[in-house]
């Protein structure tokens, strides 16, 4: 999600002349250098975005020709996604791979991605954020000393509670839902009726198992993958909110690059997102058949949701005035282009 025509004001020789270069001499008379990067992830193995991101350090050596090596640190071994981000601009930590809404601090347009019941699936997701819309929002992050090299995706929230089913809204009320450290995801829960308790991902599964709180939302694939199952008795399926990831750089580490290690970079980073899509795809799928097995699932029923949307519509009036009414009108334009597009 580079934007080349920025960037090339300041660093690159225009993309044409890359082209040509890379069209005659071919990637074997490339000048790459011997590199190493840390990649910082909060998640471990068993994630679709851990597990693309070891793909994406595959790819990176193998085109590379073993020169550009990368290693990714799981389980927040590197700090708290907050603190990593903080070390990519500094370019202490070379890349990351975290949520997209944790970049509101620094971008608050990066706020609309979480609205509730933007997305309806995750085709008019990638189009959004693949197209012009996402790369817009790309390129507020190098003026903080960020770069996007692609959007990926943890998938759609879902609820789980280990002490009622919800089967409609009024289920909600009263719960203690956990949600992400964020203002939007606070509001959006006591908005329901629930009583949202903010806590740290790394620290769910214990506030689960001693009753901190109820339940939260989260994907399929982390339900299962954390085993919160083992502390949970049911999920709804509500598919309220499409939660996209990012795999970031440290601008000062990539102003280090040169046209073509830039080019072997951007070539990796982008099959590595097709690569985790698929991967989250299919990830999800199995999850939901796992959790079947080990929890008892619902699905919200159209007119709950429809409820759900209707609650929601204050909070969304609400902070399209705090993270830009322009940003979130041009989301929604794209949002709507893409459902219509074949």
Not at 15 to 39: P, W
Request: glycine share 8%; aromatic share 8%.
């Amino acid at each position: 999600m580079i934007n080349y025509t920025k960037i090339n004001k300041l660093i690159l020789r225009p993309i044409s002349i890359l082209a040509l270069s890379v069209c005659i001499f071919g990637n074997a008379n490339a000048e790459i250098r011997d590199q190493k990067f840390k990649i910082a992830i909060a998640v471990n193995a068993g994630t679709a975005h851990y597990d693309a991101g070891v793909k994406f350090t595959e790819l990176l050596s193998e085109k590379s020709g073993g020169k550009m090596q990368a290693k990714l640190f799981g389980g927040g071994s590197l700090g708290k996604d907050i603190a990593v981000v903080s070390s990519m601009q500094g370019g202490v930590i070379a890349m990351g791979i975290m949520n997209a809404n944790l970049l509101t601090g620094l971008v608050k347009d990066f706020g609309v991605l979480d609205f509730p019941f933007a997305f309806a699936n995750e085709q008019i997701a990638y189009k959004v954020l693949d197209g012009e819309f996402g790369t817009k929002l790309s390129n507020k992050l190098l003026e903080k000393g960020l770069v996007n090299l692609g959007y990926w995706e943890m998938g759609f929230l879902n609820y789980h509670t280990g002490t009622r089913q919800i089967k409609k809204l009024e289920d909600i009320a009263g719960l203690k839902i956990r949600v992400t450290e964020t203002p939007l995801q606070i509001d959006f829960q006591n908005m329901l009726g629930a009583n949202a308790v903010p806590i740290a991902y790394v620290e769910l599964y214990t506030a689960l198992e001693q009753h901190t709180v109820d339940g939260g939302t989260q994907t399929l694939i982390n339900l299962k993958a954390a085993k919160l199952y083992e502390v949970q008795k049911y999920v709804t399926i509500t598919n309220h909110m499409y939660n996209p990831q990012m795999l970031l750089m440290s601008k000062k580490t990539y102003d280090k690059l040169n046209d073509d290690e830039k080019k072997v970079l951007q070539e990796a980073a982008l099959e590595a997102r097709d690569y985790q899509r698929q991967l989250s795809q299919k990830y999800s799928a199995e999850a939901l058949e796992f959790l079947k097995a080990n929890l008892t699932v619902d699905v919200m029923p159209p007119e709950e949701l429809a409820k759900m949307k209707e609650k929601s519509k204050p909070l969304i009036e609400k902070y399209s005035k705090e993270y830009g009414e322009e940003t979130a009108k041009e989301m929604y334009e794209a949002i709507e282009k893409a459902s219509k597009a074949p």
